[in-house]
Antibody, heavy 118, light 106 residues
Framework: EVQLVESGGGLIRPGGSLRLSCASSGFTVSSSYMAWVRQAPGKGLEWVAVIYSGGTTYYPESVKGRFTISRDISKNTLYLQMNSLRAEDTALYYC????????????WGQGTLVTVSS | DIQMTQSPSSLSASVGDGVTITCRASQGININVNWYQHKPGKAPEVLIYAASILQSGVPSRFSGSGSGTDFTLTIIGLQPEDFATYYCQQSYSSPPTFGQGTKLEI
């Protein structure tokens, strides 16, 4: 059974850093396309990072240069390193898997909440 | 990045009704559109991928169509569990982008 469990969220001051983790089971993270998607309070879904099975990564302009997606093969875990955090980064962050490798997210975690506030 | 524009932003319907949600891409994206359902307190779920392919386990009352820049999600015979927010998402180029969502209310 595929499972994705996010952790690492919390309250952080503007300008601070946070690393989110997504512990995965039932499949191999390095063989899948993996993504982080967020939902700010009262807003829609925003795709914030993707890593292809080959290691290529993409980010939207809103987080480029501040966020980094990575994976640890030995721990079968996905990460999102978030630096220079802003109030507008406050959101529920979901980890998701694209098993079809077509940028279709068919497995999702339950999310971890990040609050950026002074 | 490719922009996805959904309409309407909200929609009221009754159990048993049929509804259609549209999504327009800022450039041609072939059939590279996926549709998700999102309920409060739960993770999103994919309903349709590649514009018209029903994800395994999704009821057949959901269907999708379109190509190029214009796409639709249709639900016939609305059930109580269908009242949620729906998002389109382009998978034509990275980074993928979502539409702003359509809230389907009773």
């Amino acid at each position: 059974e595929v499972q994705l469990v996010e952790s690492g969220g919390g309250l952080i001051r503007p300008g601070g850093s946070l690393r989110l983790s997504c512990a995965s089971s039932g499949f191999t993270v390095s063989s899948s396309y993996m993504a982080w998607v967020r939902q700010a309070p009262g807003k829609g879904l925003e795709w914030v990072a993707v890593i292809y099975s080959g290691g290529t990564t993409y980010y939207p302009e809103s987080v480029k240069g501040r966020f980094t997606i990575s994976r640890d093969i030995s721990k079968n875990t996905l990460y999102l390193q978030m630096n220079s955090l802003r109030a507008e980064d406050t959101a529920l962050y979901y980890c998701a898997r694209d098993s079809k490798q077509q940028l279709v997210l068919d497995y999702w975690g339950q999310g971890t909440l990040v609050t950026v506030s002074s | 990045d490719i922009q996805m524009t959904q309409s309407p932003s909200s929609l009221s319907a009754s159990v048993g009704d049929g509804v259609t949600i549209t999504c327009r891409a800022s450039q041609g994206i072939n059939i590279n559109v996926n549709w998700y359902q999102h309920k409060p307190g739960k993770a999103p779920e994919v309903l349709i991928y590649a514009a018209s392919i029903l994800q395994s386990g999704v009821p057949s009352r959901f269907s999708g169509s379109g190509s190029g820049t214009d796409f639709t999600l249709t639900i016939i015979g609305l059930q109580p569990e269908d009242f949620a927010t729906y998002y389109c998402q382009q998978s034509y180029s990275s980074p993928p982008t979502f539409g702003q969502g359509t809230k389907l209310e009773i």
